[in-house]
């Protein structure tokens, strides 16, 4: 398996989250919406099965 390590998307907004990992915990934020993202949210909505749409 060959994954390359695309960085997760916002579940609002859908564009690349930058991952800040702090003393263990990680967090997600969007320079689109301009806040911090939930990573349950983030995790849900990265890891939607069956949800490849192609444009
Ligand atoms: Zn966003």
Do not use: I
């Not at 998307?9 to 991952?19: F, I």
């Not at 911090?36 to 749409?53: D, F, I, M, T, Y």
């Amino acid at each position: 398996m060959s994954q390359t390590s695309q960085p997760p998307r916002c579940p609002d907004c859908d564009q690349p989250l930058e991952v800040m990992k702090a003393c263990g915990a990680t967090s997600f934020f969007c320079n689109h919406c301009n806040e911090l993202k939930s990573s349950q949210r983030v995790r849900e909505h990265n890891a939607a099965p069956g949800n490849q749409e192609q444009h």
